[in-house]
């Protein structure tokens, strides 16, 4: 998926700083402390990349779901070319999705429908 990126840029030859562009959290703590089960966090990273044939601006998205942190998006901008993979969420599309999980998951009784051993 990246080839084609890379024969446009040439190798990455310096990466500016990573810089935050947002971070909202939902939920009890602090990053860096313990959360709940049910805290939510977003955050928004920039970093720009001097590469041999020109420069790249990446903009990551990460979602907190409880304990686990992962990759909601990946954008890389040049000013010829643009990869957006994944669609960017917010706070309140997380818990509007939560609700939605709680609820299906209260009007279907698992036991009944899990397979016996």
Same mark, same amino acid.
């Given at each position: 998926m990246f080839a084609p990126w890379k024969r446009l840029?040439?190798?990455? /030859? #310096?990466? !500016?700083? $990573? /810089?935050?562009? %947002? #971070?909202? @959290?939902? !939920?009890? !703590?602090?990053?860096?402390?313990?959360? @709940? $089960? =049910?805290?939510?966090? =977003?955050?928004?990273?920039?970093l720009e990349g001097q590469c041999e044939r020109g420069v790249a601006l990446a903009e990551l998205q990460v979602i907190k779901r409880g304990d686990h942190w #992962? /990759?909601? =998006?990946?954008?890389?901008? =040049? %000013?010829?070319?643009v990869l957006n993979l994944g669609i960017p969420t917010t706070l309140e599309a997380m818990r509007q999705q939560d609700a939605q999980v709680n609820q299906l998951e209260s009007a279907i009784d698992v036991p009944t429908i899990e397979p016996e051993n």
């Open positions: 840029l040439g190798n990455l /030859v #310096s990466c !500016g700083e $990573m /810089v935050t562009k %947002d #971070s909202l @959290s939902a !939920g009890p !703590g602090l990053p860096g402390e313990t959360w @709940s $089960m =049910t805290a939510l966090a =977003t955050a928004t990273y920039l #992962s /990759v909601n =998006t990946f954008n890389l901008a =040049t %000013d010829q070319e």
